[in-house]
T-cell receptor
């Protein structure tokens, strides 16, 4: 089983649509959770951290369910500029190297006019 | 915010030669940096953890004699791909996180711009 597993995608949606990505992780001791965005041939950039209480940043809402080891990202009112690969990322537990991150395989989103 | 700079951004080399990639943290000290590799249409795979002043920790399946890592200062880590072959062609990217404040674990990881290596 992969350490971090995401929806295979790809997602192809029209502008204005709502799209949801799901992710599961295998290490129950994981301490930090993120969604990163990666544009073609570029480095990943942080979209948002994910907190147990759930958090929202504009059109983006992230949820974390520690019991189910499940993370989600909801994008509302999709824009053309949202087209990218979305990476579910999980940070190591306190016993392991602090900064170590494990990446999901990524889900490609294409928003079309 | 914190910035990580990686150089070069692109390199083409002949098979059998060695290539050095530099990763610098510009406004914070990084005792630990991470090196990833990304093949086309795949996710980032951690290759090794670079520790300042000590040996790097390599992930399973990564040859430490082929991918030499040096972390001689708190702001610089280097990855040298020795005797490169076409199958080493990939996107190499480094990362560092600002040391946690107050035990917070959810601080952002910053990535270098990546190095696209093509071995011909």
């Amino acid at each position: 089983r992969k350490e971090v597993e995401q929806d295979p995608g790809p997602f192809n949606v029209p502008e204005g649509a709502t799209v949801a990505f799901n992710c599961t992780y295998s290490n129950s001791a994981s301490q930090s959770f993120f969604w990163y965005r990666q544009d073609c041939r570029k480095e990943p950039k942080l979209l948002m951290s994910v907190y147990s209480s759930g958090n929202e940043d504009g059109r983006f809402t992230a949820q974390l369910n520690r019991a189910s080891q499940y993370i989600s990202l909801l994008i509302r009112d999709s824009k053309l500029s949202d087209s990218a690969t979305y990476l579910c990322v999980v940070g190591g537990d306190r016993r392991t190297s602090y900064g170590k991150l494990t990446f999901g395989q990524g889900t490609i989103l294409t928003v079309h006019p | 915010g914190a910035v990580v700079s990686q150089h070069p951004s692109r390199v083409i080399c002949k098979s059998g030669t060695s290539v050095k990639i530099e990763c610098r943290s510009l406004d914070f000290q990084a005792t630990t940096m991470f090196w990833y590799r990304q093949f086309p249409k795949q996710s980032l795979m951690l290759m090794a953890t670079s520790n300042e002043g000590s040996k790097a920790t390599y992930e399973q399946g990564v040859e430490k004699d082929k991918f030499l890592i040096n972390h001689a200062s708190l702001t610089l880590s280097t990855l040298t791909v020795t005797s490169a072959h076409p199958e080493d062609s990939s996107f190499y990217i480094c990362s560092a996180r600002d040391p946690p404040a107050g035990g917070r674990m959810n601080t952002e990881a910053f990535f270098g711009q990546g190095t696209r290596l093509t071995v011909v």
